[in-house]
């Protein structure tokens, strides 16, 4: 169970499309152990596995930990989640909008527009075959996640300009962080 460092635009490695799992074994589980580590350490609630530098077609996500209590305290509860060779089935005609980030492009928000709920299939940390329906943030996260397994980053989805800018603060904050 490690840390691993987040990789963050413009590192070329995000754009690479990564491979099927073959085979659920202790090895896919120690790299799962490692996701949920740096994608609790980094306040994500989401992670691909490109992330940390693995080009393989898993995604960890946690919607329970971090939310607020009615008292707006942050719960400590957690309910990981893992996905392994997701595939979307189907998708809403309709759209949600939502404010979304990306771990890989720190400091940066922007609106995008998803279909509202999806029907995925995955295979979870066991090799078992799910099948199940995502709607609200669920189903966002799990598209902004596949999305990081085919190499597109949600700036992707941007103008030009706007995710030419989001990068430019991205490499701008590295360079006064050092
Ligand atoms: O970088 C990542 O892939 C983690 C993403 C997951 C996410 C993206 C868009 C919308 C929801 C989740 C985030 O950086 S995790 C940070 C976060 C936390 C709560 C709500 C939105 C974003
Ligand atoms: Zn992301």
Redesign the pocket.
């Known amino acids: 169970m490690a840390i691993k460092p ?1 990789l963050t635009v413009p590192d070329p490695i995000l754009k690479q499309v990564s491979k099927p799992v073959e085979n659920v074994n202790d090895e896919i589980r120690a790299l799962v152990a490692d996701m949920l580590d740096s ?1 609790y350490e ?7 596995a490109i ?1 940390i530098g693995v080009p393989l077609r898993v995604i960890t ?1 946690d919607l329970v930990w ?1 939310k607020e209590d009615a008292d707006g305290n942050k719960t400590d509860a957690r309910l990981p989640q893992v996905f392994i060779n997701p595939e979307i089935l189907d998708k809403s005609e309709d759209l949600s909008p ?8 720190p400091d940066y928000y922007d609106e ?1 527009e998803r279909p509202a709920k999806v029907k995925i299939k995955y295979l979870n940390e066991k090799g078992e075959e799910i099948i199940e329906d995502a709607e609200g ?1 669920y189903a ?2 799990i598209q ?2 596949m999305d ?1 397994l085919n190499g597109v980053l ?1 700036i992707d989805y941007l103008s030009r300009l706007r995710r030419d800018r989001a990068v430019a603060k991205v490499k701008k904050n590295k360079k006064l962080s050092v």
């Not at 939502?98 to 771990?103: A, D, H, M, P, R």
């Open positions: 987040i994608m980094a306040k994500g609630i989401g992670l691909a992330q996500m971090g939502y404010e979304e980030g990306c771990l890989s492009v995008i943030l966002t996260c902004h996640e990081h949600f």
